[in-house]
């Protein structure tokens, strides 16, 4: 068996610049999105063939794709995407063990960091006080406290983008949601709380994970969704590969029995032949 190549940092770069260029007004998932909704699609406990989980990618809503849009574009996404797919696979069957694409908050902030600067340096002053006066405007702009609250802590940060893509794959797939297994809630409940809690349920989860496994770090928290992840598939891997066996009315015919059809022939001799 061939084992499929992981994407390079360049084609992951690459993929991520090829979504982003979907057409409007569909909104597509990025690359630590999308790598965490290939993870959703993996652990699902049916197989789900390509033709239903590619499409999801490039818009939240389900909305189809133009017809007239670039042939080569999306080939070269349907490439990238099926091989990371497989890679992602491999490494979980084989090795018990992948790396997610999440976000370098450090890297991310150096840059932006970095933009401001330069930015700062060439502006005019009243681009830089029209600037000062937006982050002024929203900054007294009244909070809806009904809306679901972002995480402040760093790692939930990070991780929020590839665990949020993966609840996607499991909304756009419910099979996974709807199995009666606390092990698999448990499970799910480790990796959702990462994602902004909007009930009291979901408050008091977060808070009890927290209490009894807290995350020290990012590396600790990496460690943990991965492990997470590759407990979801174990868990389902029966279901996913479960072959329904055919059940006979009536006995199965030897060769060497006579024939059903009444002929006095041995099976072997007559439809047995065949």
């Not at 057409?23 to 290939?38: F, I, K, R, T, W």
């Not at 600037?131 to 972002?150: F, H, I, M, R, T």
């Not at 996607?168 to 709380?193: G, K, S």
């Not at 909007?198 to 020290?216: G, N, S, W, Y």
């Amino acid at each position: 068996m061939s084992i499929a190549h992981d994407l390079s940092d360049a084609e992951f770069d690459e993929l991520d610049e090829l979504l982003a260029i979907t057409p409007e007004p569909l909104e597509p998932l990025d690359a630590s999105m999308l790598d965490g909704y290939l993870a959703g699609v993996l652990v699902q406990p049916r197989l789900i063939p390509i033709e239903e989980w590619l499409p999801p990618i490039f818009d939240y809503e389900g909305r189809p794709l133009p017809d007239d849009v670039d042939p080569a574009w999306l080939a070269r996404i349907r490439a990238l995407v099926e091989r990371r797919f497989a890679s992602l696979n491999h490494s979980m069957l084989e090795q018990g063990w992948f790396y997610p694409v999440v976000l370098d908050l450090e890297a991310d902030a150096a840059d932006a960091d970095g933009t401001a600067e330069d930015a700062a340096e060439g502006a005019a002053p009243e681009a830089a006080a029209q600037a000062d006066a937006k982050v002024d405007a929203n900054a007294d702009e009244p909070v809806n406290p009904d809306a679901p609250q972002l995480p402040d802590d760093p790692i939930t940060q990070a991780l929020l983008p590839w665990v949020g893509g993966f609840e996607y794959a499991a909304v756009t797939f419910p099979d996974l949601h709807e199995q009666a297994d606390d092990n698999i809630n448990a499970l799910l409940a480790r990796l959702y709380r990462h994602l902004p809690a909007e009930t009291p349920e979901e408050v008091e989860i977060v808070e009890l994970l927290d209490k009894e496994h807290p995350l020290k770090n990012i590396d600790e928290a990496i460690e943990d969704l991965i492990l997470t992840v590759v407990d979801l598939q174990e868990a389902t891997e029966q279901q996913r590969y479960h072959v329904e066996q055919v059940r006979r009315d009536t006995p199965k015919l030897g060769r060497n029995d006579p024939c059903h059809c009444g002929s006095g022939k041995k099976f072997k001799n007559c439809h047995g032949a065949a």
